[in-house]
Nanobody, 122 residues
Framework: QVQLVESGGGLVQAGGSLRLSCVASGNIYSFNAMGWYRQAPGKQRELVAGITRGGDTNYADSVKGRFTISRDNAKNTVYLQMNGLKPEDTAVYYC????????????????WGQGTQVTVSA
């Protein structure tokens, strides 16, 4: 079993910064990628940023130049540094681990954290 626990959300004024953290624990042999998604009220969940096992990153166009995803393999932690926050960034942010295997031959599956609320006031 794998658990993802997010932290770092909160209330911030427009133009401010927050750093989200996601700690992965459990039986993890390998994974394909980790990422941050967000879901605003009445909207579909969308990818914000992702980082592959090899370290390649990708970002939603709406956050490019403002958000940075990174990871600390030794701590099994992935971060999302969010600068220049805008009211439209308000959402619940979810951590995702994709293609996780507990053993070399186990079936790969995805895991989600419980989410952390980010609210940006105008």
């Amino acid at each position: 079993q794998v658990q993802l626990v997010e932290s770092g959300g909160g209330l911030v004024q427009a133009g401010g910064s927050l750093r989200l953290s996601c700690v992965a624990s459990g039986n993890i042999y390998s994974f394909n990628a980790m990422g941050w998604y967000r879901q605003a009220p009445g909207k579909q969940r969308e990818l914000v940023a992702g980082i592959t096992r090899g370290g390649d990153t990708n970002y939603a166009d709406s956050v490019k130049g403002r958000f940075t995803i990174s990871r600390d393999n030794a701590k099994n932690t992935v971060y999302l540094q969010m600068n220049g926050l805008k009211p439209e960034d308000t959402a619940v942010y979810y951590c995702n681990a994709a293609g996780v295997r507990s053993t070399p031959k186990s079936t790969a599956r995805d895991y989600w954290g419980q989410g952390t609320q980010v609210t940006v006031s105008a």
